[in-house]
């Protein structure tokens, strides 16, 4: 079973940066794409950040460009994505998400982890 396990998360002041980190387990190849989301409370999760299963391909959504970065460590299975010139309305319970391919396909989210944004 696919595990991810998110850190990073925490309290920084507006324009402050971080990075979040997403740790797959029991993955057996570096076939699974990964997506980060985050959530509000009482809002639906938003697409924030995407990366291909050989990290070739990005996409980040508009509220992020410029700001976010998504990069991926097979060999550590690890994604990240750091944060930079953060804004309160950054604030959120960030998610990632894996798609994996080939004989295993999974689905798999991870618990969150918080991060909040203010002065």
């Known amino acids: 079973q696919v595990q991810l396990v998110e850190s990073g998360g925490g309290l920084v002041q507006p324009g402050g940066s971080l990075r979040l980190s997403c740790v797959a387990s029991?993955?057996?190849?570096?076939?699974?794409?990964v997506k980060w989301y985050r959530q509000v409370q009482g809002k639906e999760r938003e697409f924030i950040a995407s990366?291909?299963?050989?990290?070739?391909?990005?996409d980040y959504a508009d509220s992020v460009k410029g700001r976010f970065s998504i990069s991926r460590d097979n060999a550590a299975n690890t994604v990240y994505l750091q944060m930079n010139n953060l804004k309160p309305e950054d604030t959120a319970v960030y998610y990632c998400?894996?798609?994996?391919?080939?004989?295993?396909?999974?689905?798999?989210w991870g618990q969150g982890t918080q991060v909040t944004v203010s002065s």
């Open positions: 029991g993955v057996t190849s570096s076939r699974y794409a």
């Open positions: 998400f894996a798609t994996g391919f080939g004989d295993r396909p999974f689905r798999s």
């Open positions: 990366i291909s299963t050989a990290g070739g391909t990005t």
